[in-house]
Every structure is written in structure tokens, then in C-alpha cells.
């Protein structure tokens, strides 16, 4: 306020530039913690820290007007490697990481498709991200970092391993990539003590694979009957309850039964996967059993398994979170 | 009582009757309860037993036999234990269910929608098969000599049907392009007669369009039902389809047993014997019950 100067009216030297620097420090620090971070998600042979720092990374916000960190990550990348390392923590080796050569993108092959075929998270959020198979977009499983829980998508995995034609993905090949996405979702749930909703690749011997239909046309079973017949594949009645059994191998047997639930009045049905060291799912006899295959995809609309539940997590700010991929 | 010791033996024929009414009695009674159940088939039709079995001509018994006729349901109860025990082997394929005392159904297979192939006759030890079911099975049998099955032709016909109901379905577009086209014709042709020179050969041209135009009208009459048809159609392949595959299974577990189907009805229609000289057999073996 010096009037007698003319002078404008300024601030304090000492003070001014304060924000600025503040601003250039913040986006430093962000910067160091960044790459302890990634340090530590890179060597570290313990789950819980790899967890705890690549939810560290996927919140940090990098870069700011000051500063900027041109090639990052996207939260999706964070996915993956947090995915792959935690394979590789446990030994196990069945996949390839791959790295964009020019700009900064992650991916990764799987035992059984080989090279034919490249998966991804997508729709990346702090929440959770889905594992995709990149051509096609069918979203193989949802890792859920909020719920603590993975959850297997049976219909795109339908989709994807038996639908799909142009793939020509042969029945070993996809029991082979479901054997690394099922060690991965084990793995998940023995050392970080996830949950995982495994639906049609369940293996449990009493788990019992609902259907969305209550409605069935009762000319569905004689419809799998009479393809049974060529395949040398003898159908039943059920001995109590009413559905049918086909044993399938001497150590496999399917069932397709009413649940019987007095509470409900409506009947739904369901599948029952048998087998002797309880190692087969649904997916396995539909993979494995072509004029089952066939009947199931041929009336889908009522055998498709039931959805997974959705896990409703609130997050409003869902959309800001999201970082544009670094191209 | 002197008198009535008279009596007695003023009457020695009636008595002679009752006496052998009470010695059947007594016999069938210690046949059961010692479970001999051979001696009960004897008993309950010595004529039958005496020639099939023994192949020496007998008297009937039948009416000593007529006494216990209101006790069927139990006695075929009783019997039918150790039959469907030794059926289960002789005819692994057959299953029976018990309706009502002493009535055995009898079920083909184990498989998806057996059929209900008839009764089994437990104190004649004989099969009562269905007989639509059985001619279908026979008539199955003949055919697959051939590689036929029975509803082949009926699934042919049926199919061909589809296929063409599908083409009065899919060229109903066209049907209606062709139907504008036919009208438009008609107008310009009916105009065309109104006029000073009309003349027959207009009005054979009509006729023959209008024609066309009907018959273009009656494929889409058929076309509004062939949906529905098709449908129909369907259900019944499926029907027959199921049909044919529960006869395959049916006459596949006949040739497992048997070989070929001639040794399966010679099986059958010899059960009564086969089943007594069995009993019979383990008899002298002293293997009583061991069927059961």
C-alpha cells in the first residue's frame, strides 16, 4: 500500500511463488511415491503388499500443470501386472507379459491360445477392471478390488471358447487357458482371501449350476435323449426328484434336474457336474461333449446359467477416475 | 357220537371230496409257509405244471384250484418275489412296479421315458405285453433288417413338409411384389376393355391374370398357417424321433441278452417252463431262497 511510490500493489517476495514450488513439490512427491510403488509391486514376494501397492497406484494421480509424466499406465495396466505378478509370486508360469514396443500398454498371452490370442483389463476403474479378450471384447471374468472378489462371466466365456467359430479354439486349448484363469482365481482367494464366484467352472461335486429359466419346455430333455443315442451316452430319469442323468465316462456323470425348493413356487432347473476327483465343471462337459454343446447353445435362451449377482459398490466419482490410456 | 360216525360214512363220496379239498389246502398252505414255490405253481395249475414241465399228461386240478381264486392278489404278491428276482437275469431290461397287490407293470429299459410295456402275470409266470407297443417293437425289428427304423418315412415326409412351408414363408415378399404387379395389369387391362374396340381376347387376358393373382392369394392363405404347421411338424419329428430311439434301445438290450430277437420271443413264450425247471434245480440244490 505505498501510495507515495505509485507503485502497484504487490506481495511479499519471501511469500510469492509459494503455490508454484508447492505445487512442483507435491507433483515431485507424487513422483518419488510413484516409483516406490512400483518398486515395491515389482519385487515384493508378498500378496498383500503387491495388493495394497497397486491399489497405491491405481489412486495416484500423477503429473499436474507443473509437472507432467507424458507416458504412463493406465489403471488397466495396474490390473494386469498386478495379475501377472502375483502368478509369477506363485510359481507359476503358464502366461506371457508383453509390453506395447512404443508406447506404454500391457498384455498378456495365456498357455493354450498361445500367441493367437491377447487379453487385457478393460473398463478400468479404482473399483475393478474386467478381463478381456481383446478382438473379441468378451469379458472373461471382473476382478473386483473393492469386494474383495472375482467373479467368472459364464456367458461371454460360452461366448468366447465354444461360440466363436473363427477363433477355432480347440477343446484342449481352452481347458488349458480356463486352467490358468482358475489357478489365478485359487490363487486370489488362498493367500488374499478373496471370494470367487467361479459359475460354470465351478468343480464342486454338490454345486448345483442354476439356469435362468423356470419355464422348460418339457421337449428339452427329450430333445438331449435323443442326442444322446448317437453318442453312445445312455439318459435317465433321475433316481428321486424329476430330471435326467447321462453318465458320461466311468469317473463323469451330468446331471439336469427341478431344484427342489419348497419355499419357491416356481421350479427352476439346474445342472450337476459329478465326477470322481470333483476336478469338472460345466464348462469342462460343454467343452469336452459336443452333442451336449450343441444342445445347450441350441436353447440357450432357457439352459444359460444364472448371472453372477452383481456387487453393487458406490462410487460417484466412478467417471473421474477413469485416466484417459496414455498413448 | 355214534350216529354221526353213521353218518360219515353214509356218504363216502362227498367226503372223499371234501378230504381232497382239505388235503390241497393243507398242502398249498405248508407250500407256502415253507416257501416252496414250485410246489405252489404245481398246485395252483397241476395240468400245466405236469405237461410243460414234467411233459406227462396230468388231470386239472382246476377245481381245487378254483378255491383260492379269490386270493390271487396275495399269491401273485408272494410269487412274485423270487420271479422278478430270477426275470431280473433272464431279461435284465424289464423292470416291474407293483400298481396294486399282486399287479406288476412292466417298464422297458431304465432309460429316458421307458415305456409302459404291459403286465407281468405272475401265477401264469407269463408276460402280458402291450400290443401297440409290442407290434411297434416287431415292426421296429423287421425294419432295422433293412437299416430302417419305424418312423423314417413319417420323419421325411414331415421334414420335406417343413421345408416346403418355409419356402411359402420366405417368398411372401415376393408374393406380394408379384401380386401389385398382377393388379396393376388387371386395372389396365379392365380399363383397356371399357373402351370402344374391346374385344374377347382382353377378357382372356384378364381372366388369365386374375387367375395368377388367386393363386398368389392362396399361397398366402397357406403361408398365415404355416408357422403355426411348421411348429407342429417339429413336435411331432421330435415325437418320432424319441420313438425311434427308445425302440433302438429297446431291441440293443434284446440282442445283448439274446443275440437276436427269434431267441428273445422263443424266451418268452417258453418262460413258464424255464422259470420251473429253474425252481426246480436249486430245489435239488437245497438253495431255497435264493432269490430273494
Known sequence: MNKQTNLPVGILPSQSLTSYNNEIKQSLQAGFEFTELLSQVLATSNPHELLTAIQGLINLHLGSKQVQFP????????????????????????????????HEELGVFLAGTATKVRYQFSEASTNGAYFTEIESGKKLFYLDFAANKLTFNSTDIIDFFIVQSDMEILPEESDQVITVLMNFASILADTLEFDIDYSILETNNDYQYETV??????????????????????????????????????????RFLQSENNRQLSKFWHFEVIDAQGKASLMNVLVNFPFIQRWYLENRSVLEIQPAKPTIVDNPIKVEVLQPRSM | MLENAKTVTTNPELIGKLDEKLGYLSELRQAIL??????????????????????????????????????????????????????????????????????????FGNWWDRRNFGYLDVLDVKFVFDTTEYQKLTDSVALSKDNKRLNTEKITTLTKDNEDLQKLVDGQSERDVQKGSLRAQIDEVTNARQGLFANGKLKEQRDELVAQLEALQSDDEKTKNARTQIIENNDQILFLSKEDTILSYEYKSIIEKFGDF???????????????VTLISKEQQGAFGDYE
Open chain 1, 71 to 102: 507416458n504412463q499406465y493406465s489403471i488397466a495396466d495396474w490390473f494386469l501386472l498386478f495379475t501377472t505378478r502375483l502368478l509369477e509370486i506363485n510359481n507359476v508360469n503358464s502366461f506371457s507379459l508383453a509390453s506395447a514396443p512404443d
Open chain 1, 213 to 254: 429359466s423356470t419355464e422348460l419346455p418339457s421337449q428339452i430333455l427329450d430333445k438331449l435323449f435323443i442326442a444322446s443315442a448317437p453318442a453312445n451316452v445312455l439318459m435317465q430319469p433321475v433316481d428321486s426328484g424329476f430330471g435326467a442323468r447321462l453318465v458320461l465316462t466311468d469317473e463323469l456323470e451330468v
Open chain 2, 34 to 107: 415253507v416257501q416252496d414255490d414250485r410246489l405252489v405253481f404245481e398246485l395252483l395249475a397241476r395240468k400245466k405244471y405236469q405237461q410243460q414241465v414234467m411233459q406227462q399228461p396230468s388231470q386239472s386240478n382246476d377245481d381245487l384250484a378254483e378255491m383260492v381264486a379269490n386270493l390271487k392278489p396275495q399269491l401273485s404278491h408272494l410269487l412274485a418275489n423270487k420271479l422278478i428276482a430270477y426275470l431280473s437275469e433272464a431279461f435284465p431290461f424289464f423292470y416291474y412296479k407293483e400298481i396294486d397287490e399282486g399287479v406288476y407293470q412292466i417298464y
Open chain 2, 262 to 276: 427269434e431267441k428273445f420271443e422263443t424266451a418268452v413264450a417258453n418262460l413258464y417252463k424255464a422259470y420251473l
